[in-house]
Each structure stands twice: as structure tokens, then as C-alpha cells.
T-cell receptor, first 112, second 114 residues
Framework: DQQVKQNSPSLSVQEGRISILNCDYT??????FLWYKKYPAEGPTFLIS?????DKNEDGRFTVFLNKSAKHLSLHIVPSQPGDSAVYFC???????????FGTGTRLQVFP | KAGVTQTPRYLIKTRGQQVTLSCSPI?????VSWYQQTPGQGLQFLFE???????NKGNFPGRFSGRQFSNSRSEMNVSTLELGDSALYLC?????????????FGPGTRLTVT
């Protein structure tokens, strides 16, 4: 049972345009959401997070939006750069279990 | 500050054998979590150790076990290896238990079971 779903395995975007990566979850107990970025041969690195009490968090070119009623979050990257090409994982946790549940990842390719 | 290190980086084992993977967290970090990454499954949580105690466990069979030492270094053991255990095993450390917002990952150990 995949509690965190990233339904798009890949995304291709032109440099300078917006990249939108989506993530859906099923567990209403999740109260903290994170995005990680992973390059080949490296471990994931933390990118940005959002608490369930917010609906938006922004950090430079990266913005995460949370829609609790739809159990949906998205990561916007504006403007996209070739160096953003990587696999992006969304993850969620709930206070009770203290576990981090990851999605299956979306491979983003930014082309010139 | 040195990052999370994992050894070995690559490992090839045969079915039925057992394997031990090692993880050294960032200095000062007391929590170490282990994850399994496979194509199509993403990263799946194995367990978390904090101050030498297993604090949390994912849905993996008992063949997967771990421990943490007093210096916060952690080892993960998989016994009676199966072909499906082939994966990238990642460990992550954080200062506090369940401190996911400050979690740093190592490069992983690529295990291949033949």
C-alpha cells in the first residue's frame, strides 16, 4: 500500500520554464512533508519542507504547495536550470509513528 | 564537517549468504535511519536507531536487523539473502530522533545478490 504516490515517473522541461512535480498521499495523519533531490551515485539531499499548518513554503527558486483537502502537494521550480536535473522524492511523516514515508520519485530532466 | 559515510559502496553476494553494511553518521548526530531503495518502490524505511536503541521499524522481515554503537555508528545486517534484496541501501543521520528536517543521507551501498 503506497501511502505516498508520485504518479509521474519522469518530467522533461526546458531551461527557464517552470517545473511542477506532484505528489499525492493517502494518510490524513501525515503532518510534515519534505522534498528530496537525488543525483546518481549520491544519497538524497533535503530540499524543502512544509508543515501541515501551512499551505505554501518558499525557498529561492523552490516553492512547495500543500492542499490538505486534496491530500496533494507539489514542488515548483522557477526558473528551471539544467543542474536541477535529478530524481525528486517527496516524503511524509506523522508525529505518531515518526517514520518517513517516501514516494517512488520523479526524474526531472531540464534541457537547454 | 564530514558527511555520512557508508561502507562498502558496492557489494556482490550470493543467495543464502549474509551481509553487514556500515554507516558512520555526521559527528554529533545520534539518530541513524536505514532505507532500501529499489526501482519502482522508492525509498522504504527499514529502521531508526537513537542512542543505541531501535526506536522505529519498517515493514521488513526479521532477516533485516541492525544495531548502533555508543559512538553512534550503525550496522545493518541481512541474513539469508534473497535475489529481491538487491537494492541501494541508504543510511541517514540526524541530530535528534525523528529529525527528518535535518536528515542527511550517505551515498549508499549498492548490494547485488546473485
Amino acid at each position: 500500500d503506497q501511502q505516498v504516490k508520485q504518479n509521474s515517473p519522469s518530467l522533461s522541461v526546458q531551461e527557464g520554464r517552470i517545473s511542477i512535480l506532484n505528489c499525492d498521499y493517502t494518510n490524513s495523519m501525515f503532518d510534515y512533508f519534505l522534498w528530496y533531490k537525488k543525483y546518481p551515485a549520491e544519497g538524497p539531499t533535503f530540499l524543502i519542507s512544509i508543515s501541515s499548518i501551512k499551505d505554501k513554503n518558499e525557498d529561492g527558486r523552490f516553492t512547495v504547495f500543500l492542499n490538505k483537502s486534496a491530500k496533494h502537494l507539489s514542488l515548483h521550480i522557477v526558473p528551471s536550470q539544467p543542474g536541477d536535473s535529478a530524481v525528486y522524492f517527496c516524503a511524509a511523516s506523522d508525529y505518531n509513528t515518526d517514520k518517513l514515508i517516501f514516494g517512488t520519485g520523479t526524474r526531472l530532466q531540464v534541457f537547454p | 564537517k564530514a558527511g555520512v559515510t557508508q561502507t562498502p559502496r558496492y557489494l556482490i553476494k550470493t543467495r543464502g549468504q549474509q551481509v553487514t553494511l556500515s554507516c558512520s553518521p555526521i559527528s554529533g548526530h545520534r539518530s541513524v535511519s536505514w532505507y532500501q531503495q529499489t526501482p519502482g518502490q522508492g525509498l522504504q524505511f527499514l529502521f531508526e536507531y537513537f542512542s543505541e536503541t531501535q526506536r522505529n521499524k519498517g515493514n521488513f522481515p526479521g532477516r533485516f536487523s541492525g544495531r548502533q554503537f555508543s559512538n553512534s555508528r550503525s550496522e545493518m545486517n541481512v541474513s539469508t539473502l534473497e535475489l529481491g534484496d538487491s537494492a541501494l541501501y541508504l543510511c541517514a543521520s540526524s541530530r535528534e530522533r525523528g529529525g527528518f528536517y535535518e536528515q542527511y543521507f550517505g551515498p549508499g551501498t549498492r548490494l547485488t545478490v546473485t
